[in-house]
Nanobody
């Protein structure tokens, strides 16, 4: 079974930068896509970004495009989310997810990112 552990969240100010990490373990050989989702307070979970594990193709939500960058280190089984120019509306619990196809099959516990104005 695949396990995902997020780290790197914290309390930031608007305009700051932060990098989140997602470490994958277990039987990851069937995983083709790694995603970041987030759940703002009082709102539903929403898509942030995804990356193809082998090919490295990326896709971003319009709300973060140009500010966030998803990347991966295949040797470390780790995916990163570099967040620049943070806004208060980026405040959320950020979740790493993985799946054989686009739809995620595995989820991490989440890491809190809080951005103050």
């Amino acid at each position: 079974q695949v396990q995902l552990v997020e780290s790197g969240g914290g309390l930031m100010q608007a305009g700051d930068s932060l990098r989140l990490s997602c470490a994958a373990s277990g039987g990851t050989f069937n995983i083709h896509y790694i995603h970041w989702f987030r759940r703002p307070p009082g709102k539903e979970r929403e898509f942030v970004a995804r990356i193809g594990w082998s090919g490295g193709s990326t896709y971003y939500a319009d709300s973060v495009k140009g500010r966030f960058t998803i990347s991966r280190d295949n040797a470390k089984n780790t995916v990163y989310l570099q967040m620049n120019s943070l806004k208060p509306e980026d405040t959320a619990v950020y979740y790493c997810a993985a799946g054989v196809f686009i739809s995620p099959d595995y989820w991490g516990q989440g890491t809190q990112v809080t951005v103050s104005s």
